[in-house]
């Protein structure tokens, strides 16, 4: 038995049996900042599979009233002869991003298995208005990286790449706005559009490493990037005392 997972029942694969277990979630990031009902809403989870020897299998949000759903996370063992030799223990860290689609404003529940026991987190969707954060330009980022473990007497940095396709478009290097949220960290890339006669469609990288400051408590933590066209990417990683 593992103590970050519920066995759920067996499955038949092929000539034996792989079981499939519920995931205990380490953390729940939701986001309360910069979402309003014009918004695709998700939320991101981050847990421990119990070895090399399971995969991801299926993540539900189960809808239990209108505004109280149930995040579930189930992972399935790979029917593999070496995993009956202990040949690859050791828990595997896995993310997860859960597209809602839009909802109405208002106050919503979001209930779950943890580590800790069961848990509830609240997420406030607000009406859609003007000049909310969302009306600003993101540049188009695909990719951010940051080490998954940074000691908490260094500063932690993320570099974010993407591509322009066109020549008027830039990053604001001078507007990169980094929002802290608890254990969750904003990074807001703006783009910048050029004052030319003529805009040529031609590919451009952006390649920009982003200050995030000093990460002095213990935890796990999330990168999220803000992305053009309401896209977005999302990034875990632990801070450690060194030593």
């Known amino acids: 038995s593992f103590g970050d997972v519920n ?17 205990k979630l380490e953390s729940l990031f939701i986001i309360n900042q910069g979402f309003d009902s014009n918004d695709d809403i998700e939320v991101t989870f981050h847990a421990k599979l119990p070895s090399s020897c399971y995969k991801l299998a299926q993540t539900e949000v189960k809808s239990v009233t209108d505004n109280n759903f149930t995040i579930v996370a189930l992972a399935k063992k790979k029917n593999w002869s070496l995993c009956d030799r202990g040949g690859l223990n050791g828990a595997v860290n896995i993310t997860k991003t859960l597209y809602l689609g839009e909802l109405e404003p208002g106050e919503y529940l979001f209930s779950y298995k943890s580590t800790q026991g069961e848990q ?9 208005v003007s000049q909310t954060i969302d009306d600003t330009v993101y540049a188009p980022i695909s990719s951010a990286f940051i080490p998954e473990l940074v000691y908490s007497t260094a500063n932690a940095q993320v570099i974010l790449t993407g591509i322009f396709n ?8 001078k507007n990169i706005e980094v929002v802290r949220e608890n254990n969750i960290i904003l990074v807001l890339p703006r ?46 990683f632990y801070v450690k005392k060194k030593g």
Do not use: F, W
């Open 7 to 23: 066995q759920v029942n067996e499955i038949e694969l092929g000539p034996e049996l792989a079981t499939t277990v519920e995931l």
């Open 120 to 128: 509830t987190k609240a997420m406030i969707v607000k009406p859609t």
């Open 166 to 173: 066109n020549n008027c478009m830039v990053l604001d290097q």
């Open 191 to 236: 783009t910048k559009i050029l004052n030319r006669q003529r805009c040529k469609n031609t590919q451009i990288p952006i390649r920009e490493i982003v200050d995030l400051g000093p990460m002095t408590n213990p935890g796990i933590y999330l990168v999220h990037v803000r992305s053009l066209s309401g896209l977005s990417v999302n990034k875990v």
